[in-house]
């Protein structure tokens, strides 16, 4: 039996504050948890919608460290930058805190402290690495060295970017300090894990048995760690940036960003309900999801739980909807690459065009598996379905509307069967919709959505309001009435997806919408809003600002100037509508004779040129990419092979010769046949440069060959030596040649 709950707290994985967001994360998690919220509300659900930036960790040190910054400088750079670019494309966090606050260090630390104290850790010493210059113990990332895999200087102590093999400091040719290039030595360090392997029997139950419901990818992952069985982990590291261990003598130790980051999920929630955040966490009433990207789910499924389990106080996830990766144009999303579309720089070059991208990242969602975004898609999914769908469909009938009723909806005077059969077709999409949308099926709900709006096209193409216009007014009044209904309904479908645009509509029909509660009121905070910009620690709200734009029951869904909250004032209370999730279908959501505003364009034409730019971008940095590549490629050069002795050179009898023939061997691309003085004798060669080479090329050309190679036969000819060349990283042969002009026969070595 379903589990009923009164409330549902939504999580969001924490953006990490070392650079931008970009629309992979968004597709993975932030544009599909926004949807699910924004349905929640409309549906009058109690809801809480929690984020804030992940801040602390080794990255972040290192960035740093490159800049000549402290870390504090990096993430409030980026915590700033993020939060204004959640704010721009309609991200509707009720809070957007962060792991730095005083409030995450003290609850982290708490955290920390009763599971030390309660014994649920292990304590491990083992060997690290350590610097004595810098006098610090080294992660794993302040750790560079020769890889042992492709040879390439500059490899990470956890990775080698050049040829992505996973690595080990102790695996790394000459280790070496990044912080100072001195060399590294090894010392004792204390640490103390969480044993996860104690938690696998409980893990197995609770997943694998209790939540089979649960996406396949997500699922999947979990049972493969989980039959892989878990080892315990660190939760704390030497390093110098995060939370301080809270235990007598482990100075220059701090909570390792795994543990720390996902109880700021707890800390921010605090933050914004001192006095009733507990109600969100630790009662079985309320219903917990993460919406994470497939990167994060062993943290969220696994670790977090075990972590919640072993304090013993908090409830557990009820669903974790992780999507799989966007790729861009084909390729992977890399940001050190510098291939990836980022938010802030989408929003300053597409103003106004925030539902664009909203639409076709849940268009392209890749919930299950990889899906791909490109330009060329982007540009077609705004033009042939916002523009020539939804947005055609609205503007004919309100600009109709005008033309025929002075702006006011008609009343039904000639309704005909077609009428109630188109109205009565909203319902059955409506809760295929819903069906979707508690599923976490967004991409499918989305579909939906935009099926009301072709069907509201379809009967205002079929019914031809301006063609009856002409002789019959009682029947257009009927067909527009029909219309301007689909349009109200229009309003509410697409408010979890389209926030901007659903507004627009919402403002021309002159209809507002219920949308949530703000879970502030009756909270008592210990800072005054004077504080809050003065610490770059602190991130309480002023009153009315902050949480979700829309958290207040409403009938207008416009706002106030210089206000971001919706409002019940004088000046906008002859919005007499309002609209909620249950509306949505009603045959009769806007009275005869309610006045309309003028009518506005949805949405706009994307012109070729507009992504023809972006693509030139993105090809010309993966033009700079690929010669980067092929350089650094060529400057590899293979390891040493193993010693030999001067007795073993001594055997090879290395000598200059000069081409006297040479033609290609029959029915072969790659063999030529050389006839050679060696100064010795005439003998051929048989040697695999045709493709390099022509036989014209190599007439007359003076060569060094191994004289005493055992002949061997090849497509039926002997050949007698090997000539000696040189294999480049770009797979092309050159040969070894005398500088100067030698005698056939002179001896090398």
Same mark, same amino acid.
């Given at each position: 039996?379903?589990?009923k709950f009164?409330? @549902?707290?939504v999580t /969001?994985?924490l953006? +990490?504050?070392n650079g931008?967001v =970009?629309?992979g !994360?968004l597709?993975?998690?932030?544009?599909?948890?926004?949807i699910?919220v %924004?349905?929640?509300?409309m549906?009058?659900e109690?809801?809480?919608? *929690? /984020?804030g930036s992940?801040? =602390?960790g080794?990255?972040i040190t290192?960035?740093?460290q490159?800049?000549g910054c402290?870390?504090q400088?990096?993430?409030?750079? +980026? !915590?700033?930058?993020?939060?204004d670019s959640f704010?721009g494309l309609?991200?509707n966090?009720? *809070?957007?805190?962060?792991t730095s606050?005083?409030?995450h260090h003290?609850n982290a630390a708490?955290?920390f402290r009763?599971?030390?104290?309660?014994g649920k850790f292990?304590?491990k010493v083992?060997?690290?690495y350590?610097?004595?210059e810098a006098? @610090?113990?080294l992660a794993d990332? +302040? *750790?560079?060295?020769?890889?042992? #895999?492709?040879g390439?200087e500059?490899?990470?102590?956890?990775? /080698?970017?050049?040829?992505?093999?996973?690595l080990?400091?102790?695996e790394?040719?000459n280790p070496?300090?990044a912080?100072?290039?001195g060399?590294?030595?090894?010392?004792?360090?204390?640490h103390?894990?969480l044993?996860?392997?104690q938690y696998e029997?409980?893990?197995s &139950?609770?997943?694998l048995?209790g939540?089979?419901?649960?996406r396949?990818?997500?699922y999947?992952?979990c049972k493969?760690?989980i039959?892989?069985g878990?080892?315990?982990?660190?939760?704390s590291?030497?390093?110098?940036?995060g939370?301080p261990?809270?235990?007598?003598g482990?100075?220059?130790?701090?909570?390792y960003?795994w543990?720390?980051?996902p109880i700021?999920? *707890?800390s921010n929630?605090?933050e914004?309900?001192?006095?009733?955040?507990?109600?969100?966490?630790?009662s079985e009433d309320?219903k917990?999801?993460h919406?994470?990207?497939?990167?994060?789910i062993?943290f !969220?499924?696994?670790?977090?739980p075990s972590m919640l389990?072993?304090?013993?106080?908090?409830i557990l996830?009820d669903?974790?909807p992780?999507?799989?990766?966007?790729?861009?144009?084909?390729d992977?999303i890399?940001t050190?690459?510098?291939?990836a579309v980022?938010l =802030?720089?989408y929003?300053?070059?597409?103003?106004?065009?925030?539902d664009?991208?909203?639409?076709v990242?849940?268009?392209?969602?890749p919930e @299950?598996?990889?899906?791909?975004?490109s330009?060329?898609d982007f540009?077609? #999914?705004n033009?042939?379905?916002?523009v020539a769908?939804?947005?055609?469909f609205v503007n004919?009938a309100v600009?109709?509307?005008h033309?025929y009723?002075?702006?006011?909806?008609p009343?039904d005077?000639?309704?005909?069967?077609v009428d109630a059969? @188109?109205?009565?077709?909203?319902q059955?999409l409506?809760?295929?919709?819903?069906r979707?949308?508690?599923?976490?099926?967004f991409?499918?709900?989305l579909?939906?959505?935009m099926?009301?709006?072709?069907?509201g096209n379809?009967?205002?193409t079929?019914?031809?309001?301006?063609?009856?216009?002409k002789?019959?007014?009682?029947?257009?009044?009927?067909i527009l009435?029909v219309s301007?209904?689909? /349009?109200?309904s229009?309003a509410v479908?697409?408010e979890?997806?389209?926030?901007?645009?659903a507004?627009?509509?919402?403002?021309?029909?002159?209809?507002?919408?219920?949308?949530?509660?703000?879970?502030?009121e009756?909270?008592?905070?210990?800072?005054?809003?004077?504080?809050?910009?003065?610490?770059?620690?602190?991130n309480?709200?002023?009153?009315g600002?902050?949480?979700?734009l829309h958290?207040t !029951?409403c009938?207008?869904?416009?706002h106030? &100037?210089n206000?971001?909250?919706?409002?019940?004032?004088?000046?906008?209370?002859d919005?007499?509508?309002s609209?909620?999730w249950?509306d949505?279908?009603?045959p009769?959501?806007?009275?005869?004779? =309610?006045?309309?505003n003028?009518a506005?364009?949805?949405?706009?034409?994307?012109e070729?040129?507009v992504?023809?730019?972006?693509?030139a971008?993105?090809?010309?940095i993966?033009a700079?990419? &690929?010669?980067?590549?092929?350089?650094?490629?060529?400057?590899?050069?293979?390891?040493?092979?193993?010693?030999?002795t001067f007795?073993?050179?001594?055997?090879m009898?290395?000598?200059t010769a000069?081409?006297?023939?040479?033609? %290609?061997v029959?029915?072969?691309?790659?063999l030529l046949k050389?006839t050679?003085?060696?100064?010795?004798d005439?003998?051929v060669?048989?040697s695999?440069i045709?493709e390099?080479?022509s036989p014209e090329?190599m007439?007359?050309k003076?060569i060094?060959?191994?004289?005493?190679?055992?002949?061997?036969?090849i497509?039926?000819?002997?050949?007698?030596?090997?000539?000696?060349?040189a294999?480049?990283?770009d797979?092309k042969?050159?040969?070894?040649t005398?500088?100067?002009?030698?005698c056939?026969?002179a001896?090398?070595?």
């Amino acid at each position: 039996m379903e589990k009923k709950f009164n409330r @549902t707290l939504v999580t /969001c994985a924490l953006p +990490y504050a070392n650079g931008p967001v =970009h629309i992979g !994360h968004l597709a993975g998690v932030y544009v599909p948890a926004d949807i699910y919220v %924004r349905y929640l509300r409309m549906r009058g659900e109690d809801v809480l919608y *929690i /984020c804030g930036s992940d801040e =602390h960790g080794v990255p972040i040190t290192i960035k740093a460290q490159k800049e000549g910054c402290t870390p504090q400088d990096i993430v409030d750079r +980026y !915590h700033r930058i993020i939060k204004d670019s959640f704010t721009g494309l309609g991200i509707n966090f009720d *809070i957007y805190s962060r792991t730095s606050s005083k409030t995450h260090h003290k609850n982290a630390a708490d955290f920390f402290r009763r599971l030390y104290d309660e014994g649920k850790f292990i304590e491990k010493v083992s060997e690290q690495y350590y610097d004595e210059e810098a006098k @610090t113990f080294l992660a794993d990332r +302040y *750790i560079t060295g020769t890889c042992p #895999r492709c040879g390439a200087e500059g490899a990470y102590g956890d990775q /080698c970017e050049k040829c992505g093999a996973t690595l080990s400091p102790d695996e790394l040719i000459n280790p070496k300090s990044a912080l100072s290039g001195g060399e590294l030595v090894k010392k004792e360090t204390k640490h103390w894990y969480l044993p996860l392997d104690q938690y696998e029997k409980w893990l197995s &139950e609770w997943i694998l048995e209790g939540h089979k419901e649960w996406r396949s990818n997500v699922y999947g992952q979990c049972k493969s760690w989980i039959d892989g069985g878990l080892q315990p982990r660190a939760v704390s590291r030497d390093l110098n940036w995060g939370v301080p261990v809270p235990v007598e003598g482990s100075e220059g130790k701090v909570l390792y960003v795994w543990f720390d980051a996902p109880i700021g999920y *707890i800390s921010n929630t605090q933050e914004l309900l001192p006095q009733s955040w507990e109600k969100w966490w630790k009662s079985e009433d309320t219903k917990l999801v993460h919406f994470i990207g497939k990167d994060n789910i062993v943290f !969220h499924c696994i670790v977090f739980p075990s972590m919640l389990k072993a304090d013993g106080s908090y409830i557990l996830p009820d669903n974790v909807p992780a999507n799989e990766f966007l790729n861009l144009e084909g390729d992977k999303i890399s940001t050190s690459r510098g291939w990836a579309v980022w938010l =802030h720089e989408y929003l300053e070059q597409f103003p106004g065009q925030e539902d664009v991208l909203r639409y076709v990242l849940t268009a392209n969602a890749p919930e @299950t598996k990889d899906n791909d975004f490109s330009w060329k898609d982007f540009q077609a #999914r705004n033009n042939s379905e916002l523009v020539a769908i939804l947005g055609n469909f609205v503007n004919r009938a309100v600009v109709l509307t005008h033309k025929y009723f002075d702006g006011k909806v008609p009343a039904d005077l000639m309704p005909e069967a077609v009428d109630a059969e @188109t109205l009565a077709q909203i319902q059955p999409l409506k809760e295929e919709m819903q069906r979707y949308l508690d599923g976490y099926k967004f991409r499918e709900a989305l579909k939906e959505a935009m099926n009301i709006a072709r069907l509201g096209n379809k009967y205002l193409t079929d019914t031809e309001p301006w063609k009856v216009a002409k002789t019959d007014m009682d029947r257009t009044a009927s067909i527009l009435n029909v219309s301007l209904q689909i /349009c109200a309904s229009l309003a509410v479908a697409f408010e979890p997806f389209l926030p901007f645009s659903a507004e627009k509509l919402r403002n021309i029909l002159n209809v507002g919408i219920v949308a949530g509660t703000d879970h502030r009121e009756g909270e008592a905070y210990d800072v005054i809003p004077s504080e809050v910009e003065e610490s770059p620690y602190l991130n309480r709200y002023k009153a009315g600002e902050g949480a979700a734009l829309h958290t207040t !029951h409403c009938a207008d869904s416009r706002h106030c &100037e210089n206000s971001s909250a919706p409002c019940h004032c004088e000046e906008h209370s002859d919005v007499a509508i309002s609209l909620s999730w249950d509306d949505l279908g009603k045959p009769s959501l806007l009275p005869a004779g =309610h006045q309309l505003n003028p009518a506005t364009l949805l949405f706009s034409k994307i012109e070729d040129e507009v992504v023809d730019a972006q693509i030139a971008r993105l090809e010309a940095i993966r033009a700079e990419r &690929e010669a980067a590549a092929k350089a650094a490629e060529a400057a590899v050069v293979t390891p040493q092979k193993e010693e030999c002795t001067f007795d073993d050179f001594q055997k090879m009898d290395i000598r200059t010769a000069t081409v006297l023939e040479a033609e %290609r061997v029959p029915k072969t691309d790659k063999l030529l046949k050389l006839t050679i003085d060696t100064g010795i004798d005439k003998r051929v060669i048989v040697s695999g440069i045709a493709e390099q080479y022509s036989p014209e090329e190599m007439v007359g050309k003076q060569i060094c060959i191994l004289a005493n190679l055992a002949p061997r036969k090849i497509r039926g000819i002997e050949s007698k030596g090997m000539i000696l060349m040189a294999r480049q990283n770009d797979g092309k042969m050159r040969f070894i040649t005398p500088q100067e002009t030698l005698c056939n026969g002179a001896e090398i070595g």
